[in-house]
């Protein structure tokens, strides 16, 4: 994002030519006071009282900041051809049909509105960043167009199966707080680095196996009882199994585990190979499969350096 400098409204006179336009928490709730900015770029109009939105001759306009507004109606934005970057959330939007000519826009956020009807998203097929946090958005069709998308949140939203994202250079996605009961309605290319799936309803992930490049997970909340599919997880570095009540197995197979977290007394079983670091791991009733030599555990010939299994602390030889 450009760099820029506030002004208030009084400030017009003279800055029509200005490029970088920030009228912040000016308490307005029209911008028809700006028609005269007609070379702006960037503008910011956040945490104002913004109601009627109107950019009447703001054609230049890359990137638009109208957060934190009662904004309902975002049909003017049609006439922004040059529009990349649009951060409209905590508004009271619910109709965004208006993307289906913006698709030149790469990042969005629309956090914090009313969107249920998400078609015309499948338009922005440059989008690389999407925001739909705190919406009740239950389709997810359109995310089969969006091959250009890197971080996807769809945090706290009613999705019940997520619809393929076609994808590869999709890294992150959160779709904490939904509806998903199981792996299998996760659908994602094998370049995601980082995944929250926290409170659903999810009982295996099994369809995570394929996962190859996951290095951070949040599988927190759910009521996951296995974790086979975690077997090809070769680079996993957070792992958060947190109200996890039911687990009683868990296998992983070549990863280079860094931190389990877990408040799990019903965990009864852990195998581990070809782990080269375990730096925190604690539970009442772990037993671990392994090879013992010399009383010091060791996985595939890589010394974890002591888990004293009575006491479950970690500890120094």
């Known amino acids: 994002m450009l760099s820029v400098q506030q002004y208030t409204i009084e400030d017009e006179q003279n800055l029509s030519n200005t490029a970088v336009l920030d009228i912040l928490q000016q308490n307005i709730q029209s911008d028809n006071q700006i028609e005269k900015f007609i070379d702006v770029q960037v503008l910011n109009l956040s945490c104002n009282n913004l109601i009627d939105l109107q950019l009447i001759n703001l054609i230049e306009i890359q990137q638009l900041n109208i957060s934190f507004n009662k904004v309902k109606d975002i049909s003017c934005l049609a006439k922004l ?40 998203l499948k338009h922005l097929v440059n989008v690389e960043e999407l925001d739909l946090q705190n919406n009740l958005i239950s389709d997810t069709s359109f995310l089969t167009e969006l091959n250009a998308l890197k971080m996807l949140n769809l945090t706290d939203n009613l999705v019940s199966s997520l619809a393929r ?126 090879h013992v030599q010399n009383q010091q555990i060791l996985f595939n010939q890589v010394l974890i350096e002591c888990i004293k299994l009575q006491s479950n602390q970690s500890c120094t030889q």
Do not use: W
């Open 81 to 120: 051809p040059k529009l990349t970057q649009l951060n409209a959330s905590f508004n009271e939007i619910t109709n965004v049909d208006v993307f289906q000519h913006l698709p030149s826009i790469t990042y969005l956020s629309l956090r914090n509105n009313l969107v249920t009807d998400t078609n015309a």
């Open 165 to 290: 994202i076609n994808s590869p250079n999709l890294t992150h996605l959160h779709v904490s707080d939904n509806l998903i009961k199981s792996s299998y309605d996760l659908h994602f290319s094998t370049g995601l680095q980082a995944l929250d799936v926290s409170n659903n309803q999810i009982i295996d992930v099994t369809y995570l196996s394929t996962l190859v490049n996951l290095q951070q997970a949040n599988f927190s909340g759910n009521c996951i009882y296995n974790f086979f599919g975690l077997y090809s997880l070769q680079f996993f570095g957070s792992f958060d199994l947190t109200s996890q009540g039911q687990i009683a197995k868990i296998e992983m197979y070549k990863n280079e585990l860094v931190h389990v977290i877990h408040k799990n007394p019903q965990l009864i079983q852990m195998r581990k190979h070809k782990q080269k670091y375990l730096q925190h791991f604690k539970n009442q009733q772990l037993k671990i499969t392994t």
